[in-house]
């Protein structure tokens, strides 16, 4: 029996035993993803991506300038993930809230069939599949039908044809260019693909003999060069770059965002368990690793600990930083090969597929309430409301059904000084900031979640009067009278 088909269940009769566990893992993956659909949906960007692609679809061309809020119309806006925007949109054109989730959830599928083939050509398959499974776990709480999700397979294969470059103490093959031109296409995120080159090559400067170095540090500069470059091949050129580093400058606001918030140890999580569960067993087993390794694990820790955001990329990135080093100190092999057999490979992703098609034509999959206000809405709609004062988390569903915005998830068109202003005055931190928001924007109707304490402080002020209530959303419009 091959070990690499020992993690699942296999009988002499059934052609499904000689399926790699990778494909299983991909199967698997995305079966669970589709189950849970609606989990996919949980954040109400998603709407405002999917609005965006179908504008761009529509003018044939991409936006320049924001066309959503009334706050900043009109002003400089780079759609920096025009791409993924377009893909989400054209999936959700086909198979409606289905498409965003089953192109997501392909993409997480890949991502992990990946990282389990990646790991297996070193360690035993069982080895390899927990591992990735534990990175599932890690992640689950990030997977959403947003772009990032998108570009993790493009980040794995990155990462590992720079690592493989490295071992060998080459430069990096130039084929992987065109990879971080479709990540920058596909999410801002694409900077992070150049501080990997950056380490990688520390790596094999690290591994080269001493008469190498200045020969290879040459030719991984000039790949890093060409990354660079790979990067402005854009519509925006060096314009994404810019957009990016711009995400990265909003300074205080970004910890009023919950993906960009710090981690946070105060209650037992799959996180804090598996960073216990990491410090006892690299205690235990003695387990070494080389200088430029560890900076690299060690950055991956701290992008985690500043951002929850991060948390994916040490999930699938540190396994691939420790690979080679951990498996040659313990000795550990890879299993026998197992190449997937065409007929139950089609089975199953024919399987997959006519799931997919069900699912989409029971139109089965839709957002959570929670981030969906379709009410509250509605209620707005019928008043004539035309200048909303909104919550942060309301903004994508406002833009979904065409009604201009006072702010939403672009925090970086905003930025920071905007949005801490505005957090202050909903916390009524700033009361005389509050009232003035109203006035200055002439605002006619704010739409709040019931604990913003701004929303309370509108029953008791004259001119104002509630149109809509529920458990998540509160509505005040001006009195009539």
């Given amino acids: 029996m091959s070990a690499e088909t020992a993690t699942f269940p296999r009988a002499k009769a059934s052609v499904f035993a000689e399926l790699p566990a990778w494909f299983w893992m991909a199967c698997g993956v995305y079966a669970l993803l589709l189950f849970v659909g609606d989990r996919l949906l949980a954040d109400s960007d998603t709407y405002w991506q999917i609005a965006v692609g179908r504008w761009i679809l529509d003018h044939r061309t991409l936006p320049a300038v924001d066309i959503y809020s009334f706050t900043k119309a009109g002003a400089p806006w780079v759609s920096s993930s025009w791409l993924a925007q377009v893909l989400f949109a054209k999936a959700y054109d086909l198979a409606g809230w289905t498409g965003p989730v089953a192109l997501a959830a392909a993409c997480a599928a890949a991502s992990f069939a990946l990282l389990t083939a990646i790991l297996s050509r070193a360690l035993p398959t069982i080895y390899a599949s927990l591992i990735a499974l ?64 950056g380490a990688f090559a520390l790596d094999a400067m690290w591994n080269a003999l001493p008469a190498q170095r200045l020969a290879l540090a040459l030719r991984w500069g000039v790949f890093g060069i060409g990354a660079l470059a790979a990067c402005c091949v854009t519509p925006y050129g060096w314009g994404s770059i810019v957009a990016s580093l711009k995400i ?30 990491l410090l006892g067993a690299a205690l235990y087993c003695g387990a070494r690793l080389p200088l430029p390794r560890i900076l690299l694990v060690l950055g991956l820790l701290h992008m985690a600990l500043s951002h929850v955001r991060n948390l ?38 024919v399987g997959l597929c006519a799931w997919t098609s069900v699912v989409a034509a029971r139109q089965a999959i839709s957002p959570p309430p929670n981030y969906s206000p379709a009410a509250a809405v509605d209620a707005m709609k019928a008043r004539g409301v035309k200048r909303v004062l909104n919550d942060l988390q309301f903004g994508g569903y406002l833009i979904w059904r065409q009604m201009p915005v006072f702010i939403d998830g672009r925090a970086e068109l905003y930025g920071e000084t905007f949005g801490m202003s505005l957090a202050r005055a909903l916390q009524l931190k700033d009361v005389n900031g509050f009232l003035d928001l109203l006035k ?36 005040h419009v001006r009195d009539a009278s």
């Avoid at 990032?148 to 470059?165: F, K, Q």
């Avoid at 951990?326 to 007929?343: E, K, M, N």
């Avoid at 309370?456 to 529920?470: S, V």
């Fill in 248 to 277: 990265l400058g909003l300074g205080e606001l970004l910890h009023l965002i919950a993906e960009w918030r710090p981690a946070t140890f105060g209650e037992i999580d799959p996180f804090g368990l598996s960073i216990l569960g």
């Fill in 440 to 475: 200055t924007h002439d605002i006619d109707a704010v739409m709040l979640d019931p604990t913003t304490p701004a929303s309370k402080l509108l029953d008791h002020i004259g001119g104002w009067q509630r149109l809509y209530a529920d458990d998540r959303v509160v509505v």
């Fill in 312 to 349: 994916e990329l040490l999930a699938l990135l540190m396994p691939l930083a420790v690979l080679t080093p951990v498996a040659t100190q313990f000795g550990l092999r890879a299993t026998s090969t197992v190449r997937p057999r065409a007929a139950p490979a089609a089975i199953l992703i």
């Fill in 134 to 197: 534990a990175a599932l776990v890690l992640t689950c709480g990030h997977l959403l039908a947003r772009p990032h999700v998108l570009v993790m397979p493009i980040m794995i294969i990155w990462a590992n044809g720079l690592m493989t470059a490295s071992e060998r103490r080459e430069a990096p093959s130039f084929w992987l260019l065109p990879l971080i031109a479709l990540w920058a296409n596909l999410h801002g995120g694409f900077l992070f693909g150049l501080v990997l080159a």
